[in-house]
């Protein structure tokens, strides 16, 4: 269940941030939605498909530890910053910018160092479970 989850607030995340920071930032002004939407799509595949994996796996490294948590935890600070203020406050025009700006990019921070932490924790010893 949790790693379904996990899974699902990623794949949410990646989608939204590559929609509107990578489309919005690195394609032409003129590119089609279609092509956007299809690239933040490829990005909230991979993102989930790489978490799926990972939560899986029985013997993570350093790099893979830390790419997990930041995407996991990062996932779910962008989905709590961005879909918090719109359920909350819908009358705040500036709501999603938060967990665009601020609650995003401080939980991918806060993931990979939870990561790194977790990992040299747990390394060494056999998975449980």
């Known amino acids: 269940m949790i790693r379904k989850l996990a899974t699902g607030f990623v794949a949410i995340a990646a989608f939204y941030l590559t929609l509107w920071l990578f489309g919005a930032l690195l394609l032409p002004e003129n590119t089609p939605l279609l092509i956007r939407a299809a690239l933040s799509v490829a990005g909230a595949w991979y993102a989930g498909r790489f978490t799926w994996r990972r939560m899986a796996a029985a013997n993570n490294g350093a790099l893979r530890s830390i790419a997990l948590g930041a ?20 009358e ?9 700006l601020i ?25 449980r479970g």
Request: glycine share 22%; charged share 5%.
């Open 71 to 90: 995407f996991i935890v990062g996932g779910i600070s962008f989905c709590a910053g961005f879909f918090g203020p719109l359920i909350f406050a819908p």
């Open 103 to 127: 609650t995003g990019p401080l939980g991918f921070l806060a993931g990979a160092v939870g990561g790194l932490v977790y990992w040299w924790w747990n390394r060494g010893q056999p998975r």
């Open 92 to 100: 705040a025009n500036q709501g999603p910018l938060l967990g665009i």
